[in-house]
């Protein structure tokens, strides 16, 4: 019987090394191994050149021998979502990349030439680019489509009859595990079948799990799942297999533009930095990391994301927190709950005159 | 392009109609058709989600095992702690009664939880480890000792042998009885389930309480009413705390405490506060006669039952609707980003989120 937690120090009183919550800036050395463990590595996801060509989502499935699965996360079914052109639907157990597709309407301000809808140019000249429309009429149009906004979303785009200032873009994204610094889904495993591994990855020992589910709605993603008919659960390994191989994870190898970036977590993290000042620079203001504060609710992930919208929009929780970090307290709830269970039954007993 | 500067978000919007329609329907249902004429406490928040999907998984767990299992593990641990009680006050049918109970149900609990795993045949893999952080892997450890001590120990009492033992076993289980009927609420409340994890320092309680009532209620039914003065005494006491902690729960924890009150789980909890009032009334009024005592105790255990269910159910609710999640991380994010203003500005902001 071996104890597996390192995080247990942290019940004994305060939390000063941030076993459970906060930044840690050696995650590795701090689940138990030696100081020269390889350096941690992680995703950048920069979804604002990303395609939605699904390459990533394919390799993933091929190089892990993923089943197929439907919109639902449903195995050997083929369906489509109905809803847009996102027919994965979801992470789970067969999915371990899942390219969000969000169509939005309004004006444009992605670095990505803007194109009008069928119809756009019928009112207008048609503003692009290239256009560089004065600023005047630039500003009622919008002022007008911020008032406009309830008529628009009743436009019908296969007429293109009216918004004459609205646009579309696409918003693409390949979500995966975030292989948080503090994963909720390692830290509540009973059997030790999730474990952090030399990278500071966070990987499901398939011969291990027996499927107790906890870790499932642990994660304040929803990434880890259950696969039906199997019993275990499964999530991205970071390629775990090809990793100490010396090879890049399947999908950041097979991704045509580089939105799927792979390496050391501290390069992503200035590569990344760079990018987004890169994009505030060209005026993209609603660009922003998601997951690279070390401050946040699971202490930073290994795999972060550039956004160009809130994080709900791509179905990613705007302050997800790990759920251990009020763990303590519980325990301590329990126990004084525990103890009233004992003080009521004896004060019961003692307090009855046997008849 | 400066529609990026001036407006929050550059003014995007899905581009597709489902959630919009679907609030209002929403909206609509909840005007018509609820019993009960219940007020909503929290008005219908407005929330951005990828096509309505959930972001946390809902819980794998099934229904009736995990339900079961709290209620059994609940009956038992404070069964095994009124027998090792009575035991030392001389009160041998009501000693016999709730070893029984805590026995079987202890017995019973470790099949429905053994049951539930995806596979089963791996069960002793949960004590491969020990792990602080994970309540299911002390649940496993509080869990074993316990069904162990308490099962031999009814089934010593069944056989009549080694009354020595018997009270040693009694007193073990006893011991592992207090935890193992309150840390099922760490077990439901240390998940990313906002229903749960808000009320993370009462669900302890609600189950704590919850398990005095069942297990005050069925050894109280079970045994003759002029020793089972202790049982009545506890169920009681046990109803009262689980009707308080339980109203705190659904109250207490704006957005996240509405699945309490709505849909199945509104109304399997509204059936248990009917059950578990009504069985502490009976306790009181006829607890000292037969017919009174089997009522009020089958009342009591079917509140606990109820109770359990219910709770179970508002989890998953909360964790299927992406709003649970969305708007309390908003809230709480709005709050933060006004404290770091308050912090740089020395005085509060005029304009939250």
Same mark, same amino acid.
């Given at each position: 019987?071996?104890?597996?937690?390192?995080?247990?120090?942290?019940?004994? /009183?305060?939390?000063?090394?941030?076993?459970?919550?906060?930044?840690?800036?050696?995650?590795?050395?701090?689940?138990?191994?030696?100081?020269?463990?390889?350096?941690?590595?992680?995703?950048?996801?920069?979804?604002?050149?990303?395609?939605?060509?699904?390459?990533?989502?394919?390799?993933?499935?091929?190089?892990?021998? %993923?089943?197929?699965?439907?919109?639902?996360?449903?195995?050997?079914?083929?369906?489509?979502?109905?809803?847009?052109?996102?027919?994965?639907?979801?992470? /789970?157990?067969?999915?371990?990349?899942?390219?969000?597709?969000?169509?939005? +309407?309004?004006?444009?301000?992605?670095?990505?030439?803007?194109?009008?809808?069928?119809?756009?140019?019928?009112?207008?000249?048609?503003?692009?680019?290239?256009?560089?429309?004065?600023?005047?009429?630039?500003?009622?149009?919008?002022?007008?489509?911020?008032?406009?906004?309830?008529?628009?979303?009743?436009?019908?785009?296969?007429?293109?009859?009216?918004?004459?200032?609205?646009?579309?873009?696409?918003?693409?994204?390949?979500?995966?595990?975030?292989?948080?610094?503090?994963?909720?889904?390692?830290?509540?495993?009973?059997?030790?079948?999730? $474990?952090?591994?030399?990278?500071?990855?966070?990987?499901?020992?398939?011969?291990?799990?027996?499927?107790?589910?906890?870790?499932?709605?642990?994660?304040?993603?929803?990434?880890?799942?259950?696969?039906?008919?199997?019993?275990?659960?499964?999530?991205?390994?970071?390629?775990?297999?090809?990793?100490?191989?010396?090879?890049?994870?399947?999908?950041?190898?097979?991704?045509?533009?580089?939105?799927?970036?792979?390496?050391?977590?501290?390069?992503?993290? &200035?590569?990344?930095?760079?990018?987004?000042?890169?994009?505030?620079?060209?005026?993209?203001?609603?660009?922003?990391?998601?997951?690279?504060?070390?401050?946040? /609710?699971?202490?930073?992930?290994?795999?972060?994301?550039?956004?160009?919208?809130?994080?709900?929009?791509?179905?990613?929780?705007?302050?997800?927190?790990?759920?251990?970090?009020?763990?303590? &307290? @519980?325990?301590?709830?329990?126990?004084?709950?525990?103890?009233?269970?004992?003080?009521?039954?004896?004060?019961?007993?003692?307090?009855?005159?046997?008849? | 392009?400066? *529609?990026?500067?001036?407006?929050?978000?550059?003014?995007?919007?899905?581009?597709?109609?489902?959630?919009?329609?679907?609030?209002?329907?929403?909206?609509?249902?909840?005007?018509?058709?609820?019993?009960? /004429?219940?007020?909503?406490?929290?008005? *219908?928040?407005?929330?951005?989600?990828?096509?309505?999907?959930?972001?946390?998984?809902?819980?794998?767990?099934?229904?009736?095992?995990?339900?079961?299992?709290?209620?059994?593990?609940?009956?038992?641990?404070?069964?095994?702690?009124?027998?090792?009680?009575?035991?030392?006050?001389?009160?041998?049918?009501?000693?016999?009664?709730?070893?029984?109970?805590?026995?079987?149900?202890?017995?019973?609990?470790?099949?429905?939880?053994?049951?539930?795993?995806?596979?089963?045949?791996? $069960?002793?893999? @949960?004590?491969?480890?020990?792990?602080? +952080?994970?309540?299911?892997?002390?649940?496993?450890?509080?869990?074993?000792?316990?069904?162990?001590?308490?099962?031999?120990?009814?089934?010593?009492?069944?056989?009549?042998?080694?009354?020595?033992?018997?009270?040693?076993?009694?007193?073990?289980?006893?011991?592992?009885?207090?935890?193992?009927?309150?840390?099922?609420?760490?077990?439901?409340?240390?998940?990313?389930?906002?229903?749960?994890?808000?009320?993370?320092?009462?669900?302890?309680?609600?189950?704590?309480?919850?398990?005095?009532?069942?297990?005050?209620?069925? +050894?109280?039914? %079970?045994?003759?009413?002029?020793?089972?003065?202790?049982?009545?005494? @506890?169920?009681?006491?046990?109803?009262?705390?689980?009707?308080?902690?339980?109203?705190?729960?659904?109250?207490?924890?704006?957005?996240?405490?509405?699945?309490?009150?709505?849909?199945?789980?509104?109304?399997?909890?509204?059936? &248990?506060?009917?059950?578990?009032?009504?069985?502490?009334? %009976?306790?009181?009024?006829?607890?000292?006669?037969?017919?009174?005592?089997?009522?009020?105790?089958?009342?009591?255990?079917?509140?606990?039952?109820?109770?359990?269910?219910?709770?179970?159910?508002?989890?998953?609710?909360?964790?299927?609707?992406?709003?649970? +999640?969305?708007?309390?991380?908003?809230?709480?994010?709005?709050?933060?980003?006004?404290?770091?203003?308050?912090?740089?500005?020395?005085?509060?902001?005029?304009?939250?989120?």
């Amino acid at each position: 019987m071996t104890s597996v937690s390192s995080a247990s120090p942290a019940f004994t /009183g305060r939390d000063p090394d941030n076993r459970l919550y906060g930044p840690l800036p050696d995650v590795q050395a701090e689940a138990g191994y030696d100081g020269d463990h390889p350096a941690r590595v992680g995703f950048f996801t920069d979804t604002s050149v990303c395609i939605g060509c699904k390459a990533c989502e394919v390799a993933c499935k091929e190089w892990n021998f %993923l089943p197929m699965d439907d919109a639902h996360g449903v195995r050997d079914v083929m369906g489509l979502s109905g809803m847009s052109y996102d027919n994965t639907g979801q992470l /789970g157990a067969n999915s371990w990349r899942h390219v969000a597709f969000i169509e939005q +309407t309004r004006t444009v301000d992605l670095p990505m030439p803007t194109f009008g809808r069928p119809g756009d140019d019928r009112n207008d000249t048609g503003r692009s680019v290239t256009d560089g429309p004065n600023d005047e009429s630039l500003a009622t149009a919008q002022q007008s489509s911020v008032l406009n906004a309830e008529a628009l979303s009743e436009f019908d785009p296969q007429t293109g009859q009216s918004g004459t200032d609205k646009q579309i873009r696409w918003l693409m994204s390949s979500d995966v595990c975030k292989h948080c610094t503090h994963a909720g889904c390692l830290d509540v495993c009973p059997t030790g079948a999730l $474990f952090r591994t030399e990278f500071g990855t966070v990987v499901v020992q398939g011969d291990i799990c027996n499927g107790c589910g906890y870790c499932v709605p642990s994660c304040p993603y929803g990434v880890i799942e259950q696969r039906k008919g199997d019993g275990r659960v499964f999530k991205c390994t970071m390629c775990y297999d090809r990793l100490t191989d010396g090879l890049q994870p399947a999908c950041a190898t097979a991704c045509p533009t580089q939105s799927i970036q792979f390496g050391n977590l501290d390069e992503l993290q &200035a590569r990344a930095d760079a990018r987004l000042a890169t994009l505030k620079s060209q005026g993209v203001e609603t660009a922003r990391l998601y997951g690279r504060d070390e401050d946040d /609710g699971v202490g930073g992930a290994g795999a972060f994301f550039l956004l160009l919208d809130e994080p709900e929009v791509y179905g990613l929780p705007p302050d997800p927190v790990v759920t251990t970090r009020d763990l303590p &307290a @519980m325990w301590k709830s329990a126990g004084a709950a525990a103890a009233m269970i004992l003080g009521v039954a004896l004060s019961a007993v003692l307090g009855s005159r046997r008849k | 392009m400066t *529609e990026g500067i001036t407006t929050p978000g550059a003014g995007w919007r899905r581009a597709d109609g489902p959630p919009a329609q679907k609030r209002q329907k929403r909206r609509r249902r909840r005007g018509g058709g609820r019993p009960g /004429g219940e007020v909503a406490m929290v008005e *219908e928040a407005e929330f951005t989600s990828y096509y309505g999907r959930p972001i946390i998984k809902p819980p794998v767990w099934k229904t009736p095992d995990v339900p079961l299992y709290l209620f059994l593990g609940g009956a038992a641990g404070s069964s095994s702690i009124m027998a090792a009680l009575t035991d030392l006050t001389d009160r041998p049918a009501l000693t016999r009664n709730a070893r029984y109970v805590s026995g079987g149900a202890a017995i019973a609990s470790v099949v429905f939880l053994i049951h539930d795993l995806g596979r089963p045949e791996r $069960f002793l893999h @949960m004590l491969r480890v020990v792990k602080p +952080t994970s309540p299911l892997s002390i649940g496993s450890y509080i869990l074993a000792p316990f069904s162990a001590a308490a099962g031999a120990t009814a089934a010593v009492e069944l056989l009549g042998w080694f009354p020595r033992l018997k009270r040693f076993g009694g007193v073990v289980a006893a011991l592992f009885g207090g935890p193992l009927a309150t840390y099922t609420g760490v077990l439901f409340a240390n998940t990313a389930v906002p229903s749960w994890h808000a009320a993370h320092k009462e669900l302890p309680f609600v189950f704590g309480a919850s398990g005095m009532a069942a297990g005050g209620g069925i +050894t109280m039914a %079970l045994s003759p009413i002029e020793e089972a003065g202790p049982s009545r005494k @506890m169920a009681v006491a046990g109803a009262a705390i689980e009707l308080a902690a339980m109203h705190r729960v659904e109250t207490e924890f704006g957005i996240v405490s509405k699945p309490y009150h709505v849909g199945k789980a509104g109304r399997l909890l509204r059936a &248990a506060k009917s059950c578990t009032a009504a069985g502490a009334a %009976l306790t009181v009024v006829a607890g000292r006669r037969r017919a009174g005592a089997v009522a009020a105790g089958a009342l009591l255990a079917a509140g606990s039952l109820l109770t359990r269910f219910g709770v179970f159910e508002a989890g998953m609710a909360s964790a299927r609707d992406p709003k649970y +999640t969305v708007v309390p991380q908003r809230e709480r994010l709005a709050a933060r980003e006004a404290g770091q203003q308050v912090a740089s500005n020395g005085h509060a902001p005029t304009i939250t989120r």
